[in-house]
């Protein structure tokens, strides 16, 4: 059993910049905004890679967008361990001078610095670690950073459908450094209400779809929403929904013959996707038993056939992943909190769910912050990461199969 950090390790780690590496990634900007989107990044992190002698690959994971995995091959006989992060971010928004990278006081300011830059930094620091170390793994230890997490989730279905897979993996999004065994599952889906479109001074001929569609968010906020808290997971807790944005009409003395509704949903293992959409289906039959005229299509928010599915995952507390993960917070000097669910979706939830990979999401800097005009990470946190992952690495990559 690892019980302290290699101090070949901690000398080759305490060579590497890691705040440099994450100032200089929040300095490019990666997000759906910029004409290249992700492919500065893309070339950044594969010329370090390159740089350091390790084994790499740029793989097209949509047209003209680029995933970048690195590959320490281990000796053989032990766990394969996957450290992955995303390298797009939300748009600036209103945030003032988001690409400064800028280092203050003690943290790194910028899009991205916690969501999820300055996690891949760590990731990329503790990985370099290894290799400079020369600390033979007895697991293979990869690399990966993907594109497209803050929209589809292009780059790691395609980590699901090609590989490298793996039987660990360790998704950094920010927990503040807590262990999170999983999160529950997420669909958008689109309700479209169909009325009858006529002029506003004949409205007893038309049908108005943003009065039925009303009815709809009577019925989800006063009868389901509810039923919905009555189901309960341990670890993930409630399912939700979330009504995100309704558009209707063309104008005030128009009766609107169209409504869309748009919803979030997340839902808990015991659930089904199909369970998903037969419940607000059941709730639109209600609804046209009520009144006849009511007409609802519920489908996907995007076709089936272009996005695996967003299961929920709960990895259990006694798996080698998590067992590792804890191990080494302790060798660290990280707080051992009880084990608790990421708040929101990570890529952790296709791997998981589309392949034998066991998952956890732990990353530096509190979510809170992330997509806010104050998005920062703190220096100290960036620098415990980096020692965490690599600790990591040499414990859970050591273990036999």
């Given at each position: 059993m690892v019980i302290e950090t290699n101090p070949i390790f901690q000398h080759a780690l305490a060579g590497i910049d890691v705040i440099q590496i994450a100032s200089d990634l929040v300095k490019i900007p990666s997000c759906s905004q910029t004409r290249i989107r992700e492919n500065d990044v893309s070339?950044?992190?594969?010329?370090?890679?390159?740089?350091?002698?390790?084994?790499?690959?740029?793989?097209?994971?949509?047209?003209?967008?680029f995933n970048v995995t690195g590959f320490l091959q281990g000796s053989g006989g032990g766990r394969s361990l996957m450290l992955c992060g995303h390298m797009d971010t939300v748009p600036a928004y209103d945030m003032?001078?988001?690409?400064?990278?800028?280092?203050?006081?003690?943290?790194?300011?910028?899009?991205?610095?916690?969501d999820m830059k300055?996690?891949?930094?760590?990731?990329?620091?503790?990985?370099?670690?290894?290799?400079?170390?020369?600390?033979?793994?007895?697991?293979?230890?990869?690399?990966?950073?993907?594109?497209?997490?803050?929209?589809?989730?292009k780059g790691v279905d395609y980590l699901a459908l090609h590989g490298p897979f793996v039987d660990g993996a360790v998704i950094g999004e920010p927990t503040s450094m807590r262990l999170a065994l999983g999160h529950k599952g997420l669909e958008w889906i689109r309700v479209e209400v169909i009325g009858k479109k006529v002029h506003g001074g004949r409205m007893d001929l038309g049908i108005n779809a943003i009065t039925m569609v009303g009815r709809l968010i009577e019925k989800i906020t006063n009868?389901?929403?509810?039923?919905?808290?009555?189901?309960?997971?341990?670890?993930?807790?409630?399912?939700?929904?979330?009504?995100?944005?309704?558009?209707?009409?063309?104008?005030?003395?128009?009766?609107?013959?169209m409504c869309t509704l748009e919803i979030d949903r997340r839902w808990i293992p015991g659930e089904s996707l199909e369970q998903?959409?037969?419940?607000?289906?059941?709730?639109?039959?209600?609804?046209?038993?009520?009144?006849?005229?009511?007409?609802?299509?519920?489908?996907?928010?995007?076709?089936?056939?272009e996005l695996l599915p967003h299961?929920?995952?709960?990895?259990?507390?006694?798996?080698?992943?998590?067992?590792?993960?804890?191990?080494?917070?302790?060798?660290?000097?990280?707080?051992?909190?009880?084990?608790?669910?990421?708040?929101?979706?990570?890529?952790?939830?296709?791997?998981?769910?589309?392949?034998?990979?066991?998952?956890?999401?732990?990353?530096?800097?509190?979510?809170?912050?992330?997509?806010?005009?104050?998005?920062?990470?703190?220096?100290?946190?960036?620098?415990?990461?980096?020692?965490?992952?690599?600790q990591m690495a040499m414990d859970y990559c050591e273990k036999d199969i």
């Open positions: 070339a950044y992190l594969y010329k370090i890679l390159n740089d350091e002698g390790i084994p790499a690959e740029v793989t097209e994971a949509l047209p003209g967008r003032q001078d988001p690409y400064s990278g800028l280092v203050e006081d003690g943290c790194l300011y910028g899009r991205g610095a916690c300055g996690p891949l930094a760590a990731m990329l620091a503790a990985f370099i670690a290894v290799k400079r170390s020369g600390v033979r793994l007895k697991g293979d230890l990869v690399f990966a950073a993907v594109i497209d997490e803050e929209e589809m989730g009868e389901y929403a509810p039923q919905l808290k009555t189901r309960l997971h341990p670890l993930l807790g409630q399912p939700t929904i979330n009504i995100g944005r309704i558009e209707g009409g063309d104008q005030p003395s128009t009766v609107p013959g998903v959409y037969r419940e607000l289906e059941e709730i639109i039959y209600r609804l046209q038993k009520e009144d006849p005229r009511f007409k609802a299509e519920v489908r996907g928010y995007y076709p089936a056939e299961h929920p995952f709960c990895t259990e507390a006694t798996d080698p992943l998590a067992v590792s993960a804890l191990r080494s917070m302790k060798v660290v000097g990280l707080t051992s909190l009880e084990p608790t669910a990421f708040p929101a979706w990570s890529d952790a939830g296709i791997l998981a769910g589309c392949t034998k990979t066991k998952c956890i999401v732990m990353g530096p800097g509190d979510l809170a912050l992330a997509h806010t005009a104050s998005e920062m990470i703190e220096v100290s946190e960036l620098e415990k990461a980096a020692h965490f992952y690599g």
